[in-house]
C-alpha cells in the first residue's frame, strides 16, 4: 500500500464505475472498511440497456438488472454527497450525516443535459426515467425527440418500434459527429425506411405556448406532440466538488492512473483522462469499467498499478441495426471492408490511422471482440 | 456455484472475457462458449465479476 494507512475507503456513486472501482478495491486486496454512496434507490444497473432492451423487451423487465454485488461494502442508497473536504477528508451527505475515508473515488456520473425547465421535456438517463417512458409509450402517443446522438437515435428507435409516430429534431446529419458521414449514412437510411421523420436544424428550444409545451426551431417551425423528449448530451455531476479546486471545465481531470491526488480518483463519465487526443470524458460503459479498475488498483497499489490504456468499445442498436466499434470515434473517410462490402448489408470494416492503428467495426456481423480489438493494432 | 448463460440475450460484447478469460470466451463466431460452468473460489469471484461487466445481464452465478 502506498504510504498512510487504509483503513476505510468510500465510493461517491453506484453506477457501473462506482461498482467496478468496489469489486476491483477487493480483488486488489483492500479488506478494510468499504462504503458505496448512490443518491438512486434502486441497485446499481445496467445503462446501456435502458434505451435498448428496456424500451423493447415486452414483459421482460430484467435486461438491465446487474447480479448482486459481491464487495461487502456497506451501501448507502438514496443518499447523495454534497460536498467533500479534502483535508479533513471528510464526505458530506444530504442526510446530514459524514463519511472520514482514507481513500476517496469519485463516480457521481453525469445527468442529462436539459434545454429547458418544463416538466413536459422528458430525457432519458436513469432507470425511473426508462420505466416512466415505457409506460408513456403503451398508449402510442405522437413524439419528438430532439438530438441527433446515438442516445436520441435509439430512443427514436424505441418509440418507433412501439408504434409510435415519430420526429426526430438533429443539428445536421443524426450521427454524424459521433460516427462519422460512412456510418450515419448507413443508420440514417434504416431509420427513414422505417418511418422516421428527421428535421434538420441549427437550433432547437423548448416552449410553453397557451399551456400546451412545444419545440420551436431556429427558423420559427414549430413541432407539436403528445410527448417530447431531448437527448442532447450529459452535464458531469460535480457541483457537490465546487469547492474542492478539483473541477475544471466541468468535468473531473485525473492523471493516467485516473487519480486527483494520491488519495482520491475519479472514474467514469465525470473523469476527464489523457488520451491520444489529449484530456477527454469518454462516457461509455467500457470507458467506466477500465476507467475503475485502473484507478482502484492504483489507490491500492499507487505507482505500482499499471495506467490506464485501453480501446474505446462503443456499440448501438437501431432501426433493426447492430454497430459494435472499437477506437476513438468517429470515422473519418470510408472504410476497408474486411468482409462484406458497401450498402449497409453485414460487414466488418477498418479505419486506418496515419500510424498504422486504426478502427475496426462491426456492422450485423458477429465478431469475436478480441478479434475486433486486435483489428485495430498496427498492421505489418 | 454453476455459471448460467441467457443465450438469447448474449450479444456478443466479450467484456465476460475481458473479464474472466480463464472461465469464457467467444468462439470465432462470436458466441459465447462457458469453459468452466461450475466455479468455486476464486473462480467463483471472477465470474461474478464477469457476470457484472454484461450490459445485457446475459450471465448469473448461482
Known sequence: MSGRTMDRVVVVGNGIAGLTAADTLREAGFDGELTVVGDEPHPAYSRPALSKALLLDGDDMTSHELPPTGHGAKELLGVRATGLDLDRRLVALDDGTTLPYDRLVLATGSRARRLSDLPEEITLRGLDDALALRSRLASRPSVVVVGGGPLGMEIASGCLAAGCRVTLVSQGPPLILQLGAHLADVFVKAALDRGLTIVETEAARFERRGGEARVVLDDGTVLEAELLLSSVGDVPNTEWLADTGLVARGAVPVDSRGLVRPEVAAVGDLAAFPTPQGLRRIPLWSSAIEQAKAAARALVHGDDAPPLRFQPYFWTEQFGLNLKAVGHLPLEGEPTYVDGEPGGGPALMRWPHADGTGAAVALDYRVPIPRLRRMTRAVA | ?62
Open chain 2, 1 to 62: 456455484m454453476k455459471i448460467v448463460l441467457d443465450r438469447p440475450r448474449c450479444e456478443g460484447h466479450g467484456l465476460c472475457e475481458e473479464a474472466a478469460p480463464q472461465l469464457m470466451h467467444l468462439d470465432d463466431d462470436g458466441e459465447l462458449v462457458l469453459d468452466r460452468e461450475e466455479v468455486e473460489g476464486a473462480d467463483a469471484a471472477l465470474a461474478n465479476a464477469a457476470a457484472r461487466v454484461c450490459p445485457v445481464a446475459a450471465l448469473r452465478v448461482g
